[in-house]
């Protein structure tokens, strides 16, 4: 029974309790997170042709590409690159491939060398893009998976 002259307060169930500590919870550990990702500070800047001094197109990102693998001590020539993307896609670092197995299971291969998102996130090569469809993080993390799978990109010649 209430306290005299005091409305009664509305039951809620235990579930609905619960949710809202656990969403509270969740917040306050999510907040440090997003806080820190957005402080200049902490954010590596990402390799592009530009700031490497190569054009942007084709032939800049495959040089971009090679100077950071060069550092990263990944396997690869030009021309194992520029062959494996003229075949994968045609130099078109927006190409996605909504039709073959992998996009049938909800992960379409995808950029100048059609990587899955799986495999881009397992080979992604620090200080470039987290993006698949940036033509250096796409190259660097293809190759990358290349190196580990068959040697080199330069040792691949169809579909990997």
Sequence with gaps: MPAAGLPR??????????????????AVLALPLL???SASAATP????????GYPNNLDGW????????????IPGSYDGIYRNIMRESSGN???????????AA?????GL???????????HVPGTSFDPYDPIANITAACNYAAARYGSIDNVFGAY
């Design 35 to 37: 806080g820190a990702g």
């Design 106 to 110: 909800g992960t379409p291969s995808k």
């Design 93 to 103: 670092p927006n190409a996605i491939n909504l039709w073959d197995s992998n996009a």
């Design 62 to 73: 495959i040089r971009a590409s090679l100077a950071i693998m060069a550092e990263r001590n």
């Design 45 to 52: 800047s990402l390799t592009t042709a530009a700031v490497l």
């Design 113 to 123: 060398l059609q990587v899955i998102d799986p495999t881009f996130q397992a080979y």
């Design 9 to 26: 307060r509305p039951r809620t169930s235990r579930l609905v309790r619960t949710l809202v500590v656990a969403g509270t919870g969740a």
